[in-house]
């Protein structure tokens, strides 16, 4: 298989990307981890902890998406599959925001609820 310097640049910045967020995903949860001693950790601040750090992570991978539609339609260069193929990446990236803020939005509401806050 031959590569050339769109593909190493491409799986480059996307790898470089992904470890950004898993770092900055890392650190918040190690930060959730380690903030209470293990005898007073209260359940639902964990879980709401825990759903914030799901969250972030979903919404770094739509960004992702996002970015990469954007870059495939305008690397297009007038070809209509490929300008297709990065608007249908654009739309399904931006549903996924939507998905996840709306998500966020209930979880938030429902855990809210049952705390009593």
Same mark, same amino acid.
């Given at each position: 298989?031959?590569?050339?310097?769109?593909y190493i640049c491409r799986v480059l910045v996307l790898?470089?990307?992904v470890s950004v967020a898993c770092f900055l995903v890392a650190h918040t949860a190690l930060a959730v981890? *380690?903030?209470?001693? /293990?005898?007073? +950790?209260?359940? $639902?601040? &964990?879980?709401?902890? %825990?759903?914030?750090?799901?969250?972030?992570?979903?919404?770094?991978?739509?960004?992702?998406?996002?970015?990469?539609?954007?870059?495939?339609?305008?690397?297009?260069?007038?070809?209509?599959?490929?300008?297709?193929?990065?608007?249908?990446? *654009?739309?399904?990236? /931006?549903?996924? +925001?939507?998905? $996840?803020? &709306?998500?966020?939005? %209930?979880?938030?509401?429902?855990?809210?609820?049952?705390?009593?806050?």
């Open positions: 298989m031959k590569f050339n310097k769109k790898t470089g990307a981890a *380690l903030d209470p001693p /293990i005898a007073e +950790i209260d359940i $639902v601040k &964990l879980l709401t902890r %825990l759903i914030k750090v799901i969250f972030a992570f979903t919404g770094v991978l739509a960004l992702l998406q996002f970015i990469y539609g954007g870059l495939l339609w305008m690397t297009s260069g007038g070809n209509a599959e490929k300008v297709k193929k990065g608007k249908d990446s *654009l739309l399904w990236a /931006i549903l996924g +925001i939507i998905v $996840v803020f &709306l998500s966020y939005a %209930l979880v938030s509401f429902v855990i809210t609820n049952i705390r009593g806050v």
